[in-house]
C-alpha cells in the first residue's frame, strides 16, 4: 500500500471511528417533522396510485391478526393481476424484441428472501419468488429454470404479451428507432408495485413485483427482484423499497441503503431522501432520471422520498387509506 494509500485508510478508519462515537438519535425522535407520520398499529405502504387496491387486499390479513409476509404477498398479487395495468404482471409492457419478462421479490421479518427474474408467462411472480423462498435453498432463479420451477409447483401458463399489449408493442416498433432512450419519468411503463407491511406483533415484510423497463434490452434486469436494490427489510430496524430506474437503484444497492441509513439514526424521510441524493451524486444526467423510496421504521414511522416530483404512495393503517405525494429534489 503505498503512503497516501495508507495515509486515506487511516483517515477513513478515524473518520468510522469518530461516526462510532456519535449517539444515533432515535428515529421516532424525527415524528414532528412533515411529510412522516408514526403509526400505532398495523401499517402498509405501497407505491403508486395502485397501491391503493394492493392495501386493501393486505389489510384483509393484517386486520385480522394476519403475518405480514402474507399480507404483502397477497396485496401485490393484486396488481399483478390487473390487465390494464402496463408495469406489473402478465399485462405488462414487453422488452424490445416483445418478450414479457416478469422480475419480482419478497423479504420476511427473519430475513428469509425469494426472487425471481427473467420469468416469461406466469401469472403470479411474486408467488413464485415466495415459493423459491417457502421451498427451495435458493433466493433467486431465473429465465428457463425459474419458469421450469414454476410449472413444477403448478403455477398457471399465460400468454404474453396480451393482445391489447401486442397490439401497441407493433405501433411502437414501427415509430421508434430510437431503442436506447430512457423511459419518461412518472410514466405508466415506470410504476413497480413495491407494497411493504407491519402487523399486529410489529413484524415487517415487504414484496416488490414489476415488468420493469417498456422496450429494455432482452435479458435485462432491473433493480426489483434484487434484495438490497427493490426491497430490504431488517425486522430489527425498518423497510424499504424503490420503483423508478432500476440501473440507478441497483447502483446504490438503494433499499439496503435506506435500512442502513435508518440503523444509524435516519428517519425513513431523511433515509430515503440521503439514498435520492446519492443517486443524483451518482448521476451526471438526471434526464427523465426518476427513482424514489418508501421506508417504515420498526416505531412505525412512514416516509418517502424521490429525486423528482411526481411519485406518491398508498398508506393504508386502521384508520386511514389514502394517496400521499413523496416529498422531492426536484422538479421536472
Ligand atoms: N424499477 C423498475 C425497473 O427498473 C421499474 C419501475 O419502478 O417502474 O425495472
Redesign the pocket.
Known amino acids: 500500500m503505498s503512503d497516501q494509500k495508507r495515509r486515506n485508510f487511516l483517515k477513513l478508519g478515524l473518520i468510522g471511528a469518530a461516526v462510532g462515537l456519535v449517539k444515533p438519535f432515535k428515529a421516532s425522535e424525527l415524528v414532528a417533522k412533515s411529510f412522516e407520520t408514526k403509526i400505532d398499529g398495523p401499517i402498509v405502504i405501497s407505491t403508486w396510485n395502485h397501491g391503493l387496491a394492493a392495501n386493501a387486499a393486505a389489510w384483509e390479513v393484517l386486520r385480522v391478526g394476519g403475518n405480514a409476509i402474507d399480507a404483502v404477498e397477497k396485496g401485490v398479487r393484486v396488481t399483478e393481476s390487473d390487465l390494464t395495468n402496463r ?1 406489473v404482471g402478465i399485462g405488462g409492457m414487453p422488452d424490445r424484441d416483445g418478450h414479457v419478462t416478469l ?1 419480482a421479490c419478497i423479504m420476511d421479518h427473519e430475513s428469509r428472501c425469494g426472487s425471481v427474474a427473467f420469468l416469461e408467462g406466469i401469472g403470479h411472480p411474486i408467488s413464485v419468488a415466495r415459493s423459491i423462498m417457502d421451498k427451495t435453498q435458493h433466493v433467486m432463479l431465473v429465465g428457463a429454470g425459474a419458469k421450469k420451477f414454476a410449472l413444477e409447483q403448478g403455477f398457471d401458463t399465460i400468454k404474453t404479451p396480451i393482445p391489447e399489449v401486442k397490439a401497441e408493442y407493433k405501433k411502437w416498433k414501427k415509430e421508434n428507432q430510437d431503442l436506447f432512450k430512457k423511459p419518461e419519468i412518472n410514466h405508466e411503463n ?3 408495485i413495491g407494497l411493504i407491511a407491519m402487523d399486529k406483533k410489529g413484524n415487517l415484510s415487504g414484496a416488490c413485483t ?1 415488468s ?2 417498456a422496450y429494455k434490452m432482452h435479458g435485462r434486469v ?3 427482484p434484487i434484495i438490497g436494490a ?1 426491497l430490504f427489510v431488517d425486522n430489527e430496524i425498518g423497510a424499504a423499497c ?6 440507478a ?1 441497483v447502483r446504490i444497492a438503494g433499499s439496503h441503503t435506506v435500512v442502513e441509513l435508518m440503523r444509524h439514526g435516519y428517519s425513513p424521510m431523511d433515509a430515503c431522501r440521503l439514498a435520492v441524493e446519492r443517486i443524483i451524486s451518482k448521476h451526471k444526467d438526471l434526464t427523465n432520471l426518476q427513482a424514489g423510496f418508501i421506508a417504515i421504521d420498526k416505531n412505525g414511522v412512514v416516509g418517502s422520498y424521490s429525486v423528482y416530483n411526481g411519485f406518491n404512495y398508498a398508506l393504508k393503517t386502521d384508520t386511514e387509506e389514502k394517496i400521499v405525494d413523496a416529498p422531492f429534489n426536484r422538479n421536472w
Open positions: 408495469s422480475d415506470h410504476d413497480t414489476t420493469g423497463w432491473g433493480d426489483s427493490g424503490a420503483t423508478g430506474l432500476g440501473e437503484i
